[in-house]
């Protein structure tokens, strides 16, 4: 119902741009995340934009390098990336929450709609 895309492969300092799509919703109906996992570690959040005013929220390790935004011509949303560092080195995913919950979740159990993933990986 979600994908993600825009992965691939970048030297460090570089930037990318993640773009998450739904199939079958208006996803500015939803609350979205963007997580991270890296392999042997855990998924973490590493940013969020509330549906009902676009504010978002990030994860500290990527504070002021990441920002994720919506476009409403596209209907995507999507996480653009800057000064990437080797330690971003993931699988990236797209979720969104039910709507009945508008604000933004750092636990993963919070969503309910996943991608599939797309793999960033930051050479030094």
């Known amino acids: 119902q979600l994908q993600a895309s825009g992965g691939g492969v970048v030297q460090g300092g570089g930037s990318l741009r993640l773009s998450c799509a739904a199939s079958g919703r208006t996803l500015s109906s939803y609350t979205v995340g963007w997580f991270r996992q890296a392999p042997g570690k855990e998924r973490e959040f590493v940013g969020g934009?509330?549906?009902?005013?676009?504010?978002?929220d990030y994860a500290d390790s990527v504070k002021g390098r990441f920002t994720i935004s919506r476009d409403n011509v596209k209907a995507t949303v999507n996480l653009q990336m800057n000064s990437l560092k080797p330690e971003d080195t993931a699988v990236y995913f797209c979720?969104?929450?039910?709507?009945?919950?508008?604000?933004?979740?750092?636990?993963?159990?919070?969503?309910?709609?996943w991608g599939q993933g797309t793999q960033v990986t930051v050479s030094s």
């Open positions: 934009l509330r549906r009902s005013d676009g504010t978002t």
């Open positions: 979720a969104a929450r039910a709507l009945a919950y508008s604000g933004i979740s750092y636990s993963t159990s919070s969503y309910v709609y």
